[in-house]
């Protein structure tokens, strides 16, 4: 079993579409948990960063993580063509292993 | 501005010729790692740095030296480049307990 799960897409939706992206994990030492956003052709940039179990909102978007069931959540109300990206989710156990465990990433394109 | 920079951006090579990739991060980030990115195979660790003339394997190793002689600096060598490390190379630097910051990404081509 990977670590790390994330279904890759492509996933297409109407601009103002809410859009759930999702990850699963194996390694229940995980603590932090991360979701990037990379666009064509750039290198990936944090859009949310939250620790332990709960959810965290940040304007249009939610991150939430249920540490139970080990699965993370990317929500992202009212989407925009300009949220066309391919997010990736991370995470780490801290501590003193500072290694980050990506998914794959999902390609999401919105269509205007 | 914080940044993570990477040179080139852009690099078409033939099979065993040595190159390096520069990496510099002005954060005073402690820890930083490249990373390779494949389609289907997503982000994998090659090497990273826990500070100045630290350095240890990450996922694919395998190929690639790095240094770590300066804080700010931590290039990365392909001593005989072969076709199967054509890839996207992304450099990232961090604190030990903040997020994880990207450079723009450097295109390989080994012929």
């Known amino acids: 079993q990977k670590e790390v799960e994330q279904d890759p897409g492509p996933l297409s939706v109407p601009e103002g579409a809410i859009v759930s992206l999702n990850c699963t994990y194996s390694?229940?030492?995980?603590?932090?948990f991360m979701w990037y956003r990379q666009y064509s052709r750039k290198g990936p940039e944090l859009l949310m960063y939250?620790?332990?179990?709960g959810n965290k909102e940040d304007g249009r978007f939610t991150a939430q993580v249920d540490k139970s069931s080990k699965y993370i959540s990317l929500f992202i109300r009212d989407s925009q063509p300009s949220d066309s990206a391919t997010y990736l989710c991370?995470?780490?156990?801290?501590?003193?292993?500072?290694?980050?465990?990506f998914g794959k990433g999902t390609l999401l394109t919105v269509n205007p | 501005e914080a940044q993570v920079t990477q040179n080139p951006r852009y690099l078409i090579t033939v099979t065993g010729k040595k190159l390096t990739v520069t990496c510099s991060q002005n954060?005073?980030?402690?820890?930083m790692s490249w990373y390779r990115q494949d389609p289907g195979l997503g982000l994998r660790q090659i090497y990273y740095?826990?500070?100045?003339?630290?350095?240890d394997k990450g996922d694919v190793p395998e190929g690639y030296k790095v240094s770590r002689k300066e804080k700010r600096n931590f290039p990365l060598i392909l001593e005989s480049p072969s076709p199967n490390q054509t890839s996207l190379y992304f450099c990232?630097?961090?604190?030990?307990?903040?997020?994880?910051?990207f450079g723009p990404g450097t295109r390989l081509t080994v012929l």
């Open positions: 990232a630097s961090r604190t030990l307990t903040d997020t994880q910051y």
């Open positions: 954060m005073n980030h402690e820890y």
């Open positions: 740095s826990m500070n100045v003339e630290v350095t």
């Open positions: 991370a995470m780490t156990s801290g501590g003193s292993n500072y290694k980050l465990t």
């Open positions: 390694n229940s030492a995980f603590q932090y």
């Open positions: 939250t620790y332990s179990s």
